[in-house]
C-alpha cells in the first residue's frame, strides 16, 4: 500500500513536503494510501474544491506530463528486467562450488564419465560396503587386486590395480607421483594442477574422470560378468577415448617443449595456440586537456581497477590501482571511470576525456545506451560536462 503522503509516488517528490498545509484542509489521515486519493474512478472529489483545485491541478498534470514516469524494476536482476535466469536465482540457494567442481565439470567433458567420477566422489556408488549396509553376507574382497576389502577409498585410489594407471598416465604428463591412498586427498591435489582450459590441462582432466569411469568398468566385468582385462588394456582404453575426444574438441595450448613432448607422449595431435598482434594508438587530447586512461579486472578471488592522467603531450602526470571486493566485471569498469574523474578534479582539471576499453561502459557513462540500475546513481553522478573517446580493443 502506498501513502498518500508520506511515500515518493510523485515526480515531484513527497506530496507532504510539497503541500504541508493542505493535508488539515483535504482532512485526511495521513494513513490515507494512494488508492484512496486516486483509483480507476478517477481522483476523489475533495480535491476538486476551489480552494484545492488550482494547486492540485498542477500536480495532476505533472503526473500526466512527467518524463520520469515510474517504471517496474525488477531487483533481483542486475539490468532490473525480468528474466527467468534470474527469477530462478533468486528462489533456489545459490551454494559454494566444491574445490573439485573444474575437475569433473569442465569445457570438453564426456558426461557420462564426469557423472560417475561425480557420483564416486560424493561415495555415492553401489560398493560391497555400501551393500554390506542392506546384505550382511556380501563378499567385501576387492575384485580386482583381491588384497583389501572393496569401498570408494580403496577403489579410487589404493587400489594397486588403478594406482598403477594413474601413475603412468601422470608420467606422460611430466609428474612423477604415487597416488595418495584416499580420495578426499587425491581430490585436494588435483584443482591445484588441472587449471587452465587449454589443451594440456584439459587432457589432464578427461584421463582423471575417464579413469574412475573405467576402473569400475573394469570391476563391474569382473563383478558381474566373469572377465578379466589386464591393467595394460584398461590403459589403452583410457588414451585411445581421451585421445579421439582431444583431437574432436580441437582446442589449443601454448607453444612449449613441455606441453609437445606431452602431445607426443599421449598420442594427440598438438593444436598450437598463437596471439595475432594488436595494433593500438594512443590520440593526443587537446592542448587545454587531460586524458585518463582506465581499466579494470575481476578473478574469482577479487577484483582491481587502474588507470594514469596524462598531459596532452602524452606525458604520466599521476597513476592510481586499487584493488576491491568481487564484483561484476561492468560495475568494476565504472568504478574505475569514477576514481579517474575523481582524481583529475582534485588536480582541478576543467576538461577531461575518458579512455577505456569498455565499450559499455563508455555509452553509459556518456548516456548512449541502457544500463544496469544498480549503477544509476554512480553514473549520473558524473556524466555531465565530459568529453568521451573510445578505443575498442579486442
Not at 190 to 196: E, L, M, T, V, Y
Not at 217 to 234: A, L, T
Not at 264 to 291: Q, V
Amino acid at each position: 500500500m502506498i501513502d498518500f503522503w508520506s511515500q515518493p509516488w510523485h515526480p515531484k517528490g513527497i506530496i507532504s513536503n510539497i503541500l504541508p498545509s493542505h493535508r488539515t484542509k483535504l482532512a485526511l489521515a495521513s494513513a490515507h494510501s494512494l488508492s484512496q486519493i486516486h483509483n480507476s474512478n478517477g481522483w476523489n472529489p475533495v480535491l476538486s474544491k476551489p480552494s484545492l483545485a488550482e494547486e492540485f491541478s498542477t500536480l495532476k498534470e505533472a503526473i500526466f506530463n512527467s518524463e520520469n514516469l515510474n517504471i517496474p524494476i525488477w531487483k533481483p536482476s542486475t539490468s532490473g528486467y525480468f528474466s527467468t535466469k534470474s527469477a530462478w536465482n533468486a528462489v533456489r540457494t545459490i551454494q559454494l562450488k566444491p574445490p573439485w567442481h573444474d575437475s569433473i565439470w569442465f569445457p570438453g567433458h564426456i558426461p557420462r564419465h564426469s557423472i560417475v567420477a561425480w557420483k564416486a566422489i560424493q561415495d555415492k556408488l553401489l560398493t560391497k560396503d555400501n551393500l554390506l549396509r542392506f546384505i550382511p553376507f556380501v563378499d567385501t574382497q576387492c575384485p580386482l587386486c583381491c588384497a583389501e576389502n572393496e569401498s570408494v577409498n580403496h577403489l579410487l585410489f589404493s587400489c594397486s590395480y588403478l594406482a598403477w594407471i594413474w601413475r603412468v598416465i601422470l608420467r606422460r604428463f611430466g609428474t612423477r607421483r604415487r597416488p595418495k591412498k584416499e580420495l578426499k586427498e587425491e581430490e585436494q591435489w588435483a584443482p591445484k594442477n588441472f587449471r587452465g582450459k587449454g589443451q594440456i590441462s584439459t587432457a589432464l582432466k578427461l584421463c582423471f574422470t575417464s579413469s574412475i569411469y573405467h576402473i569400475l568398468g573394469e570391476r563391474n566385468n569382473r563383478v558381474f560378468e566373469n572377465s578379466k582385462s589386464h591393467k595394460s588394456v584398461v590403459l589403452g582404453r583410457i588414451i585411445v577415448e581421451v585421445r579421439i575426444k582431444i583431437n574432436c574438441l580441437g582446442i589449443s595450448d601454448l607453444p612449449s617443449k613441455v606441453n609437445h613432448q606431452i602431445a607426443d607422449n599421449m598420442g594427440f595431435i598438438f593444436n598450437t595456440k598463437f596471439y595475432a598482434p594488436r595494433l593500438c594508438s594512443w590520440s593526443l587530447p587537446s592542448a587545454n586537456e587531460i586524458k585518463v586512461n582506465v581499466d579494470a579486472s575481476l578473478e574469482e578471488s577479487g577484483g582491481g581497477i587502474g588507470g594514469l592522467l596524462r598531459h596532452h603531450d602524452g606525458s604520466c602526470i599521476v597513476m592510481f590501482s586499487k584493488l576491491t571486493d568481487r564484483e561484476e566485471i561492468f560495475a568494476l569498469e565504472i568504478l574505475a571511470i569514477e576514481n579517474g574523474v575523481k582524481l583529475a578534479s582534485a588536480l582541478g582539471t576543467q576538461y577531461l576525456w575518458i579512455e577505456s576499453d569498455s565499450l559499455f561502459a563508455v555509452k553509459s557513462v556518456a548516456g548512449e545506451t541502457k544500463y544496469p540500475w544498480k549503477q544509476s546513481n554512480r553514473i549520473k553522478s558524473y556524466q555531465n560536462n565530459l568529453g568521451w573517446l573510445h578505443i575498442l580493443e579486442d
